[in-house]
């Protein structure tokens, strides 16, 4: 008995405790493509934008910016008793006008009304130039 667990040679078999990731690979490439062909599909330049609800008090009386598509400026103070809103030759004469109004009232809020079609940064710009006045309390005026 003893001869016969010598002809195999008296080594004992080592299991391996490898992770066989070939299968793995190929699994992810296969969602690599699926992911690099699906959004292809889909337009990127179409843009959905949120509709924002009303607050539930807006203010009284503020300084409203509004910005136009074709690049028109216009500044005012709305409020109940008056409506005074005057276009602006450009964003300097806007500044200039806007840091007058914020020195006449200085509690009023920047209401800034950008138009649907005009572009965001130009909207961002204000919101952040007014920021630098000293202007606390600017928001986005909607529709």
């Known amino acids: 008995m ?3 667990s010598s002809m195999r040679g008296g080594r004992r078999r080592k299991f391996k405790s490898e992770i066989n990731v070939v299968p793995y690979i190929d699994v992810m490439l296969v969602l690599l493509i699926i992911f690099m062909a ?11 934008l949120p509709r924002a609800e009303k ?4 203010p009284d009386t ?6 136009e598509p074709d690049n028109r400026l216009s500044i005012g103070v709305h409020g109940k008793t008056r409506v005074a809103q005057e276009d602006v030759a450009d964003r300097s004469a806007l500044l200039q006008r806007l840091q007058a109004l914020h020195d006449e009232n200085p509690e009023f809020p920047v ?3 950008g138009d649907r079609d005009s572009k965001y940064e130009d909207v961002i710009q204000l919101i952040s130039e007014a920021k630098k006045m000293g202007i606390n309390r600017v928001g986005l005026a909607t529709k």
């Not at 503020?62 to 910005?67: E, F």
């Open 2 to 4: 003893a001869f016969s």
């Open 38 to 48: 699906v959004p292809a599909n889909e337009a990127p330049s179409v843009v959905n």
């Open 55 to 58: 607050s539930a008090l807006p």
């Open 62 to 67: 503020y300084i409203q910016i509004s910005v």
């Open 111 to 113: 209401m800034i009304a």
